[in-house]
């Protein structure tokens, strides 16, 4: 075998074995940045999938709320669910466009099921069965929102978690009143807040304007 042979062999070798280094290198450096960037793969976006489903879940039979109940507490707990959770998602929809997560644009079919059940109520049975849905319903999502907040690899979404949480803290304490209550039906005095609730003199959420970034 001639010296420029073998030479050319060794070169060939080099190339190889370099092309192979980066090749690995840049394989290890994508799945160590994997989950870490903006919050669109893992758990935050799981979070952000569940949280919008919930909020239209909620905001779904809220809406039947405000249409079958004579309840002014039913109606004003309803109607603060509709604005609040529009609002939330509006936000969180912002961030899931900047994270490229695709977010449901319906409830669950289990959610689905317990709304039609609520259709087939009225009067008092209504109210007492949307309010228990609402106490239900708020305490998982304060438990998913309180993890998120303290947890959330993205800036973005921990704001969004935390801004958030008072607001259902609010929800499911005026669902647990009317729960615990029995039908308010016809009742003229709206609920008193809690000090320290979320809302503004508007009576919506003290959310973050859309686009804000802790980054």
């Known amino acids: 075998m001639t010296a420029r042979r073998i030479s050319l062999m060794l070169g060939t070798l080099l190339l190889a074995i370099l092309a192979g280094t980066a090749l690995a290198q840049s394989s290890t450096t994508q799945d160590s940045s994997h989950g ?61 466009e900047r994270q490229q997560v695709t977010l449901p644009t319906e409830p669950m079919p289990m959610q689905k099921h317990e709304a039609d059940k609520l259709k087939a109520m009225s009067g008092a049975a209504f109210d007492q069965a949307y309010a228990k849905a609402m106490v239900k319903d708020h305490r998982k999502a304060i438990k998913m929102f309180r993890m998120e907040s303290r947890k959330a690899a993205d800036a973005d979404v921990k704001q969004f978690a935390s801004a958030t949480l008072p607001a259902l803290k609010t929800h499911l304490q005026m669902a647990e009143q009317i729960a615990g209550n029995g039908s308010m039906r016809g009742s003229r005095h709206p609920m008193n807040h ?17 686009g804000s970034s802790t980054h």
Do not use: W, Y
């Open 36 to 96: 870490t960037g903006k919050g669109s793969t893992g758990k935050d976006a799981v979070f952000m999938r569940h949280a919008a489903a919930d909020s239209l879940a909620e905001i779904q039979i809220s809406r039947l709320a405000l249409e079958k109940s004579s309840s002014a507490q039913v109606k004003e707990l309803a109607q603060r669910i509709v604005d609040d959770h529009t609002k939330a998602n509006d936000q969180l929809m912002s961030i899931a």
């Open 194 to 210: 809690a000090p320290g609730t979320p809302m503004d003199s508007n009576g919506s959420m003290g959310m973050p304007p859309s």
